[in-house]
């Protein structure tokens, strides 16, 4: 039997991972109510005018999020006859595409690839071995897409510089070549030090501030 996107909830998807794709509650809830309207009423026009009906935000507001819905090729209006279907496509896509990194990186594979960067980047920064926040960080950042070759490359940019490699200018580094494979891929990225990882906090609770390396590194 094929494995479709209908058999996921996606809508848990999406309030999990919505701030990591750069939305805010508005653009959530015109997506949530757009797809109930559709649902009842097939169709029924997807307009900033229907959706102030169900919703407190004005037409102004709605337009601006369908907007930037669109924008980010998450939304898209389709001709199915006469009538004009707002589309999630884009979204389901995006949605289906990060859920299986995330049970790719779970199963044996993602274990062996994560495994692989550690035993990569430990003889890089000739550690022995990495603290929990530090295994955290690299286990955020090969979930979020990043690669074997992605970390070679900020290895190899950063000793370009005559720095020494640190997972301070790795982790910026990554980010940096995360943003670039995204306007590649996409034309925009919505990634950013606070976006990328909401266990920031407890890095900052549980990092070493006695011994930290940051002030050299400009």
Not at 6 to 18: E, F, H, M
Not at 69 to 87: D, Q
Not at 90 to 118: C, M, P, V, Y
């Amino acid at each position: 039997m094929e494995f479709s996107f209908s058999d996921i909830d996606w809508r848990s998807l999406l309030l999990k991972r919505y701030r990591g794709y750069g939305l805010g509650e508005n653009e959530v809830m015109v997506l949530l109510v757009a797809d109930q309207i559709q649902k009842i009423d097939p169709t029924a026009p997807i307009t900033s005018e229907t959706l102030s009906g169900y919703m407190t935000i004005t037409s102004e507001e709605i337009d601006a999020c369908l907007e930037r819905l669109m924008n980010r090729k998450l939304i898209a209006y389709v001709i199915e006859g006469t009538v004009a279907k707002l589309s999630f496509e884009g979204l389901f896509n995006k949605l289906f595409a990060d859920l299986q990194k995330d049970i790719t990186l779970k199963r044996d594979d993602g274990g062996k690839r994560l495994s692989e960067i550690h035993a990569y980047l430990l003889q890089e920064l000739n550690r022995p071995s990495f603290s929990p926040v530090e295994q955290d960080k690299i286990a955020a950042m090969v979930s979020e897409g990043a690669t074997i070759k992605m970390f070679r490359t900020a290895v190899n940019n950063i000793r370009s510089k005559s720095n020494r490699v640190t997972m301070t200018r790795l982790s910026q580094e990554i980010l940096r070549l995360e943003k670039e494979s995204d306007f590649d891929k996409e034309g925009y990225t919505v990634r950013n030090e606070v976006v990328r990882d909401t266990r920031k906090l407890n890095e900052t609770l549980a990092h070493d501030w006695v011994n930290d390396d940051s002030d050299d590194e400009e």
